[in-house]
């Protein structure tokens, strides 16, 4: 069975604010329209790459962004 992954890298979502810290409500609303139009476009399955982010990601931080998109 075909599977369509799409994934979503860190600089396509997060967002710093002047000081460097993460702007987490920018960041949530930006990777929540990236699921939506995964979702519209057809049936993917999303990878989300934190790796790359040049702002520091706690653990709470990923859990408020994966429950955005879930």
């Known amino acids: 069975m075909p599977t369509n992954i799409r994934i979503i890298q860190t600089q396509d ?5 002047p000081d460097g810290v993460l702007d987490l409500a920018t960041s949530r609303d930006l990777l929540k329209n990236l699921a939506t139009e995964s979702e519209t476009a057809g049936k993917y399955l999303l990878l989300v790459d ?8 706690s653990t709470l931080d990923n859990i408020e962004l ?4 879930a």
């Open 66 to 69: 994966g429950t955005a998109v």
């Open 50 to 57: 934190t790796r790359g982010a040049n702002v520091r990601l």
């Open 13 to 17: 979502f997060v967002r710093a604010k």
